[in-house]
């Protein structure tokens, strides 16, 4: 079955620098990679979606990249902020009908 | 536009005793649904997902069962809970044969004890 990897420890970066979360995906190549916020005792929110034939894709300060010779996905936040502090999750779909497979978060702290 | 209810937000339950916790969508018919488990720290767990009424997969055997007894409904069930069924549950839906983003309700925090 598809295992998604993602940075365990916390990621702490200095506010204005660029973020950037590691997900690496076994088993399968993905059709589609999704990328989630999660603040604490909520629920995640859809972020950026990208398709297995996109390399990039950008939206505000988000840029995410998909890579299927590495089985990765890349994730930037650049010129963070406070605001961006959250732990963020991969997603993969199989197919447009699949199941949402989500890996274990990465928590990030942008500090002031 | 569409919306998605869960509840209740926070459970306290002794061992022992059974569990049900629903879940509607507003504004969308034929959602493709889900349960999800998240332990503390860890991330998301598919336990449940449907395509349609009756139709449930179970990915993880367990102390748990679902129903969907409605098109918009999705009910997440235990005839006697575990301490380890502990944990924050999380429903969500998709649109149906789309490649589009999961939308979540807002959890509901199970402890057992």
């Known amino acids: 079955s598809q295992k998604i990897e993602q940075n365990s420890e916390a990621l702490n970066i200095q506010e204005g620098k660029t973020a950037t979360l590691t997900c690496n995906y076994t088993?399968?190549?993905?059709?589609?990679l999704q990328w989630y916020r999660q603040d604490p005792g909520r629920g995640p929110v859809f972020l950026l979606l990208i398709r297995e034939n996109e390399k990039e894709k950008r939206k505000e300060r988000l840029k995410v990249t998909f890579d299927t010779t590495l089985k990765q996905s890349l994730f930037h936040i650049t010129a963070s902020q406070p605001a961006d502090s959250a732990t963020y999750l991969c997603?993969?779909?199989?197919?447009?009908?699949?199941?949402?497979?989500f890996g274990p978060g990465t928590s990030l702290s942008v500090i002031p | 536009s569409q919306t998605i209810h869960q509840w209740p937000a926070t459970l306290v339950q002794p061992v022992g005793s059974p569990l049900s916790l629903e879940c509607t969508v507003e504004?969308?018919?034929?959602?493709?649904l889900y349960w999800y488990r998240q332990a503390a720290g860890r991330g998301l767990q598919l336990l449940f997902y449907s395509i349609g009424i009756d139709q449930i997969s179970s990915e993880v055997p367990q102390n748990l069962s679902a129903s969907r007894p409605q098109d918009r409904q999705f009910i997440l069930s235990s005839k006697k809970l575990l301490l380890s069924d502990s944990g924050f549950y999380l429903c969500?839906?998709?649109?149906?044969?789309?490649?589009?983003?999961?939308?979540f309700g807002q959890g509901t925090r199970l402890t057992v004890v």
């Open positions: 504004g969308t018919s034929n959602p493709n």
């Open positions: 969500a839906w998709r649109r149906d044969n789309m490649n589009t983003e999961a939308f």
């Open positions: 997603a993969a779909l199989r197919t447009s009908y699949d199941k949402v497979i």
């Open positions: 088993n399968y190549s993905p059709a589609y």
